[in-house]
């Protein structure tokens, strides 16, 4: 016995069933010890209604999607007839259900493959693995055809960690492993084939295009992508019409809708007309086409590139030239036999639905039967004439894959497989298999596949047109086409009519600082955006900058008045003026902030950061002074401002030397935004790092000085100051990494105004505050008799 009899056999005995209930179409399943779900629109809803009387009449049949589930069937059997067996001891099973092409339908039907997972993870072989399962579990699916369908069964799958594989999705969004871990597809993604598209609008030298797409996961996901290509290159997008995705379900709409498009299409100045949408939208679009006697260039997605019943429409040799992208194409070994054959003597509810529809055509072999997708009976001969070589080989490969990957999987052997735990989806990642003459092996679930070019040539019998592979497109962007057919085209000139109106509506592409308008009728100049000295943020932090001026001169002079008091010597004397003048430096760089940047103005930051090191060095050496005595001389302390703000003079230094902050442009749509960048983080992070260690230093003398006798609680007081700082530098470092835009300079701005009036507020203002209005502790029987107090105090606590 042959193979394709014992395949024939093994479709005669798979428990085939067909419900109507609640409208879920076709189910086909035979059982084994691994089960491989399928999802595929065998019927297409036409139209939704509230209430579906005679569900007939809403559905079409489709023969080719037939014909592929019979595809997925052969390949299985195929592997568990293959000799010597790749998974011995093992069958493979299958449980397939007809989504209609409907998202509703197709969740529901992946419901069902999966509601006998008791677990997430709990994947089993049976204890027995050579007996079947009565409910064994999917661990598999191969499907959707349809990305906005396959978008919703992924989501579903990655919960219990069944692996998904579609033959035909190719939406980009699908690639995103976070959103859907356990996808695969044996087909590219359509990021690849936008770019595909781009390289042949650069190869045939058009500069001009328009786009038609649709409101789904493919039409959407592919126009927008097209449109973000062509907006980084020379050539012009005239318009993009994105079709509704109710688009067929109102007769009045859709002519309304057509009418428009014609009108678009009529008076549009593009070489090539491209149309990212699914078959059925298209096939309504060139009925219109034809019956309006449009001729144009046209570029066809892989949804619709090789439609034998588009292309066999009647009238279609007169819409011009079509040229598209398919997937690599390949036969599948065998299956065309098994189809000429498929209704000898083989007996299933699967083929006699298929019948039902379409019955034996004829014996006579005086009768001539016409070869077409619309075609009232099934012939054999004809049917194995629309096998197609992509879709079919899609589906031939997800089955090759999932063997390999299980035989990796369960180790096995020529004898036998493991018993194993196992999810699938972890080992056919690393499937690096060679099928015919396709090397397959996937990168984030996307296979290392291309295109193949076609070209829709018009058929000698002028039925239809024939579609003709003339090329290649690879992912790594390499395209191949016939170097005659490259210099016919780029030799062909714009009819002389376009080009005496393109005169007045020259399609140009706009400057760098430039964009177009909603009309897609002139550029417009991008407004330059930055933080404006109009700008409310401004005009709060200049005056809250112009305060701190006034404060830090009143305190200077009253500083000055009260120069030999002991406050003044307890807050560190002369160390008291090089603090109020660091401040008065921070207080300065704020004005560097708002305005038109400049280079020279970008340095706010790196000199603050030396500002504020200055004010810390000041407070931690006065600190330093009340540990030895507070009555000690203040040039004693000078060595310790130096010492510390030397270190932090020397990293602004190397930072504005080594890598200046400059200047930088963000371009946005219609937007530049200016802003100070910093070349490198390296210094801005030392530099931060520097001041907390201060800060910290600080706040660990304060705390070790708070138990001396000390009447200006300089200590106390310090330690508060200290806190507040590191509390706003904790606030302030993540949130000016991590903010964009002409704001994100204002925050820095701030925090220099927070830490400045930090300082003044906890350690200058109080001393001020005795100096003027509490004089009777300003003297030197005041610190006398509170030193007095304090060790007696101290004896009586050691006392007790």
């Known amino acids: 016995m042959d193979l394709k009899d014992k395949i024939d056999d093994s479709l005669a005995e798979a428990i085939i069933m067909f419900t109507k209930e609640n409208n879920t179409g076709l189910h086909v399943y035979s059982p084994g010890d691994i089960i491989i779900g399928g999802l595929f629109p065998i019927h297409l809803i036409l139209k939704r209604n509230e209430i579906l009387i005679s569900p007939v009449d809403f559905y079409s049949y489709s023969v080719q999607m037939f014909l592929r589930t019979q595809g997925m069937i052969y390949a299985i059997e195929e592997i568990n007839q293959r000799t010597p067996r790749l ?13 209609c092409g409907d998202v509703s339908l197709a969740i529901k039907a992946t419901l ?80 690849f084939q936008t770019k595909a598209i781009y390289e042949l609008v650069k190869e045939f030298n058009w500069k001009t295009v328009a786009i038609v797409g649709s409101d789904d996961e493919y039409g959407k996901y592919g126009s927008n992508r097209l449109q973000y290509i062509f907006s980084k290159s020379d050539v012009c997008v005239d318009f993009v019409e994105i079709l509704s995705g109710d688009f067929l379900e109102s007769s009045s709409d859709t002519n309304e809708i057509l009418m428009d498009l014609k009108d678009k299409i009529d008076d549009s100045l593009a070489e090539a007309i491209i149309m990212f949408t699914k078959g059925t939208f298209v096939e309504a679009i060139l009925k219109a086409v034809i019956e309006n006697n449009m001729n144009r260039t046209w570029i066809a997605s892989d949804s619709w590139s090789i439609s034998a019943k588009l292309s066999t429409m009647p009238g279609i040799e007169k819409i ?19 189809v000429r054959s498929m209704f000898n003597g083989s007996e299933n509810d699967l083929l006699e639905y298929h019948l ?75 499937v690096n298999i060679t099928v015919n003459t396709t090397n397959l092996y996937f990168r984030d679930g996307d296979p290392s596949l291309g295109y193949d070019i076609v070209y829709w040539n018009k058929s000698k019998s002028n039925q239809g047109m024939r579609i003709e592979p003339i090329g290649e497109y690879w992912p790594n962007e390499t395209i191949t086409l016939p170097e005659d057919l490259s210099k016919t ?15 007045c509506t020259e399609c140009v592409l706009c400057g760098k600082h430039q964009y177009p308008s909603t009309l897609k009728d002139k550029c417009l100049n991008k407004t330059v955006d930055f933080l404006f000295w109009t700008d409310p943020a401004s005009i709060i932090l200049a005056v809250f900058a112009g305060l701190i001026i006034i404060i830090v001169i009143v305190f200077a002079v009253v500083i000055k008045l009260n120069c030999s008091t002991p406050v003044v010597k307890a807050t560190g004397g002369c160390l008291c003026f090089l603090e109020l003048l660091s401040l008065l430096f921070n207080a300065c760089l704020i004005f560097n902030f708002p305005g038109t940047p400049r280079d020279r103005s970008c340095v706010g930051i790196p000199l603050f950061c030396f500002g504020i090191s200055l004010s810390l060095s000041c407070i931690l050496a006065n600190l330093l002074q009340i540990q030895r005595s507070w009555i000690k001389k203040c040039s004693q302390s000078i060595p310790t401002v130096i010492i510390f703000s030397g270190i932090s003079l020397s990293l602004t230094v190397s930072w504005l030397t080594i890598f200046p902050p400059g200047v930088s442009e963000d371009e946005e749509t219609e937007t530049i935004l200016y802003q100070c960048r910093m070349k490198e983080q390296h210094f801005f992070f030392a530099s931060i790092a520097y001041n907390a260690f201060l800060g910290i230093t600080c706040l660990l003398v304060a705390f070790k000085s708070k138990q001396l006798p000390d009447l200006y609680k ?71 008799e509170y030193i007095r107090k304090h060790n007696e105090h101290k004896s009586l606590a050691v006392v007790k």
Request: aromatic content about 10%; hydrophobic content about 40%.
């Open 87 to 99: 998974l011995p001891n093992i069958t493979l099973g299958y449980d397939i259900y007809d989504t």
């Open 112 to 191: 069902q493959l999966v509601k006998n997972q008791s677990e997430l993870q709990s994947c089993l072989l049976p204890d027995h693995i050579n007996s079947s399962l009565p409910k064994p579990q999917t661990k598999v699916v191969i499907g959707e055809r349809y990305s906005e369908v396959s978008t919703a069964v992924a989501r579903i799958l990655a919960l219990p960690s069944v692996t998904q594989i579609s033959y035909a999705s190719s939406s980009e969004v699908l690639s995103k492993k976070f959103k859907f871990p356990t996808f695969f597809r044996t087909v590219p993604s359509d990021e």
């Open 320 to 338: 011009g030239q079509v040229f598209g992208f398919t997937f690599k194409r390949n036969e599948v070994p065998g299956f065309r036999d098994l």
């Open 356 to 430: 039902s529809h379409y019955p034996l055509c004829s014996d006579d072999p005086e009768e001539i039967i016409e070869c077409n997708l619309s075609m009232e009976c099934s012939d054999p001969k004809c049917l194995a004439k629309f096998v197609d070589q992509d879709e079919s080989y899609s589906i031939y490969l997800a089955v090759q894959v999932i063997a390999e990957g299980l035989r990796r999987l369960l180790k096995c052997d020529i004898h036998s497989c493991e018993r194993t735990e196992f999810t699938a989806f972890e080992e056919i990642q690393k």
């Open 489 to 503: 085209m780029k030799s062909i000139n714009v009819p002389v009519l376009i080009l005496s109106y393109m005169t």
């Open 714 to 784: 300089n200590a106390s007081l310090i330690i508060v100051s200290m806190g507040l700082f590191l509390i706003v530098w904790i606030i302030f470092l993540p949130l000016f990494l991590s903010l964009k835009g002409k704001y994100k300079h204002a925050i820095g701005a701030a925090t220099i105004l927070i830490s400045s009036y930090n300082i003044l507020g906890c350690h200058l203002a109080p001393k001020c505050y005795i100096m003027l209005f509490r004089k009777e502790l300003n003297n030197e029987n005041a610190v006398s």
